[in-house]
């Protein structure tokens, strides 16, 4: 009954009779602070027109209240809940002018989501919460390559190995059997059950130099805000492998090429602007020529495909791509998120010109970025690994 009083909110309507006292009470405050807005939302906790009882919370304008309450629900709720309360905060209380002054930064509990916040109001913040705000990004972007690195280095290095092939392998290690013994059947011995190989199939050595080709090309409309943050630790990472050659491009309506500051994802998304209009149609001409070798090159676009510049000449240029041999990789969105509002005409376009366009979270990335480079079939991989949208 306690914590159905507390999803309810309270008040003669809720049925339970069950009052709160101390820590619990404190717990309900900080609930009805964000939850019991009149006329804001239909939810459980006070239905429609708010809470039954006529009481209401809120934050207002104020800095000070709102600090109190972060810190509040930071010593009530696990940092996974904080984190969901700050965001609907944002959204449903319009505290993004807040989030402009230093101590609410110093405050918050830093998540992808706050940083796409932060990096959307990049151009307006002052000065003074600016270190703040880097303070924020700086910690989600260190959590981000402690999470993700290690799997993205070994998924993209283990790739890089077998994606060369030998027919003399120098190790037991490095000999292909499952090929080996498809290789060597017509050389099977049934009175010794068993196959003699006459040659060997393996994957060859890795070599120092540059063996891939990688193109990020980052869509920053603001609803792609944890995929630009992702991206961006993607691409640091990637960019750290002497095998891989790595260029990292942002667009709305215009471009930039964010390549040389894949040394530091924290200056990298400073870099970015979220927002504005989509020209995806430029973004990929400017990635065309970042391409040197075709056959060897993986091209991401990250995009909800809401194209406004000319559609037609984005996919003419995607099948230009297909054609000259680049492995072309759609992600409508590289986050955690459920499934992503997109361009259902667009996805299909491309969809019928073997181009999948499909989610993919953070977690799934390295092992894509794998199938990319052994060129197998991206979408049989989709099937496999991700949820269609």
């Known amino acids: 009954m306690r914590r159905w009083r507390l ?42 027109g708010g809470r039954a009882d006529g009481r209401e919370g809120g934050l207002g304008a104020s800095a000070p209240r709102v600090a109190r309450w972060l810190g509040d629900i930071r010593t009530y709720f696990p940092s996974t809940v904080v984190q969901v309360m700050q965001k609907d905060a944002i959204e449903r209380l319009n505290l993004t002018r ?57 998924a993209v290095s283990g790739a890089l190995d077998r994606s060369a092939r030998t027919h003399r392998p120098k190790r037991t290690a490095d000999i292909d059997w499952d090929r080996t013994i498809r290789a060597n059947l017509k050389n099977y011995l049934p009175e010794k059950n068993t196959v003699v190989p006459s040659r060997l199939v393996g994957y060859a050595r890795r070599q120092r130099s540059v063996q891939r080709e990688v193109v990020l090309c980052i869509d920053q409309s603001g609803s792609m805000a944890a995929s630009v943050v992702y991206a961006g630790v993607f691409g640091a990472v990637l960019a750290s492998m002497r095998s891989l050659k790595t260029s990292l491009v942002v667009f709305d309506t215009a471009v930039a090429d964010l390549t040389d ?98 989610a993919c979270t953070p977690d799934a990335f390295p092992d894509l970025m794998a199938a990319a480079i052994e060129r197998r079939d991206i979408a049989r991989w989709a099937e496999h690994h991700t949820a269609a949208p």
């Open 7 to 48: 999803v309810l909110g309270g008040g003669a309507a809720d049925g339970t009779g069950c009052a709160l006292d101390g820590a619990d009470a404190q717990m309900d405050g900080a609930l009805a602070a964000l939850y019991d807005q009149s006329g804001r939302d239909g939810g459980a906790r006070g239905g429609e």
């Open 261 to 358: 500051r894949l040394h530091d994802p924290v200056e990298l998304l400073f870099g970015t602007q979220l927002g504005g209009g989509t020209d995806i149609n430029r973004a990929i001409a400017y990635s065309q020529g970042l391409i040197t070798s075709p056959a060897d090159s993986i091209f991401v676009l990250i995009s909800d495909l809401y194209e406004g510049g000319i559609r037609e000449e984005m996919l003419r240029r995607v099948a230009a791509m297909t054609q000259a041999g680049v492995q072309v990789i759609v992600l409508l969105a590289l986050s955690d998120e459920g499934a992503p509002f997109y361009d259902h005409e667009n996805a299909a376009a491309l969809a019928a010109m073997g181009v999948p366009a499909f």
């Open 98 to 154: 807040l989030l402009l002054e230093p101590e609410m930064l110093e405050a918050v509990e830093p998540d992808v989501h706050l940083v796409g916040t932060l990096l959307a109001l990049n151009k307006v913040m002052p000065d003074q919460a600016r270190e703040s705000a880097r303070a924020v990004v700086r910690t989600v972007v260190a959590e981000l390559e402690r999470r993700l690195t290690q799997k993205t280095r070994a």
